[in-house]
């Protein structure tokens, strides 16, 4: 099994802050990554497939990188909407999501 | 629009059993693979079972494995998860989810149904 190990659990800022979650792989899942959004009392949301590929619909403000075992989500300039859980999720073998991050307003 | 509707949840003893229903619309449901996903209150989300388009190719968590059996009706654009030997820690919001037409993470989502195993 693939373990994911995403950090910080919790992250406190302010409306217009850059925001950077990290997503490690207990081994190489070369970029089969996504991004998910949660909100609370909502389905998650996909925003990013493949390690850096932007959903259709997705703000540009959120981008996504990193290949291999480390991976990361940036949101360039925090906005209101965006305080929410983040998920990662490998689906090169099975599917394992992370712990979750919550960014939580500062 | 892709729609994906769940029923079925509700409150179960445990070693119960109960039945989940997906409804999908707004899209080809016999060609898309579809998966269950749950998440416990207050906890992350785990994976719960895989079903091919055509249910040649069937996959579950090893939580569930021997318990859960997941099938669908093409016919009836449905998919179901029938959970048997249900246990305290099954309880979850169960989401019925469908893929991405060429990859395989989960673009599409249900509003999620409520299964709770409680005496």
């Known amino acids: 099994d693939i373990q994911m190990t995403q950090s910080p659990s919790t992250l406190s800022a302010s409306v217009g802050d850059r925001v950077t979650i990290t997503c490690r792989t207990s081994r190489s899942i070369s970029n089969w990554l996504a991004w998910y959004q949660q909100k609370p009392g909502k389905a998650p949301k996909v925003l990013i497939h493949k390690a850096s590929n932007l959903e259709s619909g997705v703000p540009s403000r959120f981008s996504g990188s990193g290949s291999g075992t480390e991976f990361t989500l940036t949101i360039s300039s925090l906005q209101p909407d965006d305080f929410a859980t983040y998920y990662c999720?490998?689906?090169?073998?099975?599917?394992?999501f992370g712990q979750g991050t919550k960014v939580e307003i500062k | 629009e892709v729609q994906l509707v769940e029923s079925g949840g509700g409150l179960v003893q445990p070693g119960g059993s109960r039945r989940l229903s997906c409804a999908g619309s707004?899209?080809?449901?016999?060609?898309?693979?579809m998966s269950w996903i749950r998440q416990a209150p207050g906890k992350g989300l785990e994976w719960v079972s895989y079903i091919s388009y055509n249910s040649r190719t069937i996959y579950y968590a090893d939580s569930v494995k021997g318990r859960f059996t997941i099938s669908r009706d093409n016919a009836r654009n449905s998919l179901f998860l029938q959970m048997n030997s249900l246990k305290d820690e099954d309880t979850a919001v169960y989401y019925c989810?469908?893929?991405?037409?060429?990859?395989?993470?989960?673009?599409?989502w249900g509003q999620g149904a409520l299964v709770t195993v409680s005496s």
């Open positions: 999720q490998q689906y090169d073998n099975y599917w394992t």
């Open positions: 707004g899209f080809s449901f016999y060609s898309f693979s």
């Open positions: 989810v469908r893929k991405d037409s060429g990859d395989y993470y989960f673009q599409f």
